[in-house]
């Protein structure tokens, strides 16, 4: 096992787990260090995703490893979330590609989709055979969704779609995009397949940040889709928003993964090398650093797991979704940067994780609600005031 | 073919091992446990003859506590169909684990044994030969490569200067090295299919087999720290150090 992939468990919380909880972290763990460590550099420094690993991915079960049916496994909350966290120890570009696959796209199809849509595309999601795409954010509406100026008209039976959306994982390797659109009512969703005339995608490069994962543009030119791809039960905004719910708690605990290899490299680090003639890990104040990173991570470990619970039992509000994410991936974030600089030089190179997770954390603080539209969402909560308009 | 797979739990080799003040055992809090590595092959194997015989079964066996479990159904989850948990509290030594094990194959009708060359915990290295002994069996330990031809099993060792072939009939023990495969991960849909497949408790006192150790572990010590080394300022002084101090030449 690589030293960086270790677990950080300060306060015995395995014993919360089940042994299937406890050996679906262990699988994952293992996949990430036996096929994703070693190549995952030569992707980053090239923009380039690993496409080479849906198979496996799939074969182990990673794709709506949470949804019950349809070919998916059927797991519980917690492992759906250790899975999260095991990937995103590895790079936050591949858990952000299971999130799109699993969070997104099929749990739209399965929440709002019609019997007919989950049976043909579902299981073949679950064997990586079919990729998702999530088309909501466009070039000029990120947070506030609700203005988006994608408009799908009837026309007939079918609908013909006009808009751009920006910032789409997986846009340009997906074979179905969910696409959110304005139409009289409101807002719903369709499912658009590669190919279909007037769609097409751009790729967005000169990213610092995500280079081991795809970003793209969806451009929708007249595109005339039939009556079976639209989503018959999406309807208003809550369609997409349920969809951000699911990913924004995967992300919840992918950070505490990329948080953890951040801590473990710099603990090791700072324990071996040796300034003043005495290991770094030995000076107060690189020891107030690292007692700062446990303590976060166990406190983000004990949200998620607590987290989980609830949304297994049905009891979980997208605002503890919302408290958990801008949180942890917060703290993620401010741990990976100390983590940078306490490996001084080392830290700038990619010979060490840090800098890669640094990079990919700030995005990961923007994405699926920033920082602080998630603080708004918390305000109103508590207070009952609307500060977002 | 019935294919019996015992295995071991065992400290994750990745887990930093410290020995109790006391010297009477290591330290076991925060240890991470795992399927012993060389029984981890030695599972893959089994399920990889099932695969090309049908109608094979693996059969997994284990002595220990009900914590071990939970390393039972991670090889269920890899693919075996049932296991065996011999339940026993107190120390084992190698021999009444092979007398156990040798019960569990007959018991079971096994054709073939299937173990790791050795656990990492003690390296004894001792329970697949004993075994074999016990049974009566033909046995093949170190195995890099097994196959087989109706009811024979041709195996290449790996051996001190090379590799050596043999060649065995069924029933018999193999004990497999490092280089013989790859394990497999217990998939996701796996580890729920786990969930239902039998696993079966049997207390080791019931088997009315004489388990007293003959071997007693009397202390255990970590290695000594590595001393730093030191220049010296000649080859005379080299050789003059090496055969005073250090004792080699």
Redesign the interface.
């Known amino acids: 096992m690589a030293e960086s992939l270790r677990d950080l468990d300060y306060f015995s919380l395995d014993d919360l787990l089940t042994s299937e909880e406890r050996a679906t972290r262990d699988t994952v763990k293992r996949f990430v260090q036996r096929e994703v460590l070693p190549q995952i550099e030569r992707h980053f420094a090239a923009e380039t995703f690993a496409v080479e690993l849906i198979p496996q991915m799939a074969e182990l079960g990673m794709f709506g490893a949470n949804i019950k049916g349809y070919g998916c496994a059927g797991m519980n909350n917690v492992s759906y979330g250790l899975i999260m966290q095991e990937l995103e120890a590895g790079d936050s570009g591949l858990r952000s590609f299971a999130s799109v696959q699993s969070s997104l796209a099929m749990y739209a199809i399965y929440a709002n989709g019609s019997e007919d849509q989950k049976k043909r595309y579902l299981p073949e999601m679950a064997k990586g055979r079919l990729i998702g795409c999530f088309g909501l954010t466009e070039p000029d509406h990120g947070s506030d969704p609700g203005g988006m100026e994608t408009r799908a008209r009837k026309d007939g039976d079918g609908w013909i779609l006009n808009g751009t959306k920006r910032w789409i994982t997986n846009g340009s390797i997906a074979d179905v995009a969910i696409v959110w659109a304005k139409v009289d009512q409101g807002i719903t969703g369709f499912l658009v397949e590669r190919g279909t005339p007037g769609f097409s995608t751009r790729d967005i490069h000169g990213k610092f940040s995500m280079r081991a994962s795809i970003t793209s543009e969806l451009i929708l030119e007249d595109v005339r889709l039939p009556a079976s791809a639209h989503l018959p039960n999406a309807r208003g905004l809550k369609g997409p928003l349920g969809c951000l719910t699911q990913a924004r708690y995967g992300i919840a605990w992918g950070a505490i993964g990329a948080a953890r290899t951040c801590f473990n490299t710099a603990l090791d680090y700072t324990k071996s090398r040796k300034q003043f003639s005495r290991p770094l890990a030995g000076f107060q104040l690189v020891q107030s650093k690292l007692v700062n990173m446990l303590t976060e991570i166990t406190k983000g470990q004990m949200v998620c797991l607590r987290l989980a619970h609830l949304k297994d039992q049905g009891k979980m509000r997208p605002e503890h979704v919302s408290f958990a994410k801008r949180n942890n991936v917060n703290e993620a974030l401010k741990i990976a940067r100390d983590a940078r600089d306490m490996l001084g030089a080392n830290g700038i190179v990619n010979e060490y994780p840090v800098i890669r997770h640094m990079m990919n954390l700030e995005t990961v603080n923007t994405y699926e609600g920033t920082f602080d539209v998630h603080t708004l969402i918390l305000g109103r909560d508590i207070t009952g005031e609307n500060a977002f308009e | 073919m019935k294919i019996l797979v015992p295995i071991k739990r065992v400290p994750?080799?990745?887990t930093t091992i410290r020995v109790l003040p006391d010297g009477s055992g290591i330290a076991t809090d925060?240890v991470?446990w795992?399927i012993n590595p060389f029984d981890e092959i030695a599972i893959e194997e089994a399920l990889r003859i099932k695969e090309k015989q049908a109608g094979s079964e693996v059969v997994l066996v284990t002595i220990g506590q009900s914590t071990w479990?939970?390393q039972l159904?991670?090889g269920l989850?890899m693919g075996a169909d049932r296991a065996i948990l011999v339940k026993n509290d107190g120390y084992l030594d190698p021999l009444a684990l092979a007398k156990i094990i040798a019960k569990v194959a007959a018991g079971e009708n096994a054709d073939l044994v299937l173990l790791g060359k050795q656990a990492i915990d003690d390296d004894s290295n001792q329970v697949g030969q004993m075994l074999a002994e016990l049974l009566g069996w033909p046995q093949a330990t170190f195995a890099s490569k097994v196959e087989f031809a109706d009811k024979r099993v041709t195996v290449i060792r790996e051996v001190d200067g090379g590799l050596e072939t043999i060649a065995f009939n069924l029933p018999a023990v193999v004990t497999t090295d490092l280089r013989l495969n790859e394990p497999r991960?217990?998939?996701?849909?796996?580890?729920?299919k786990?969930?239902k497949k039998e696993l079966k408790e049997v207390a080791a006192e019931s088997l009315g087999l004489d388990l007293a150790p003959k071997l007693k572990i009397k202390s255990l010590t970590a290695p000594p720290k590595r001393q730093a080394g030191r220049k010296v300022a000649s080859v005379e002084e080299l050789v003059s150090v090496l055969h005073t101090e250090a004792k080699v030449i």
């Open positions: 994750d080799p990745a925060n991470k795992v479990q939970e159904r991670t989850a991960y217990a998939s996701l849909p796996g580890i729920m786990a969930r």
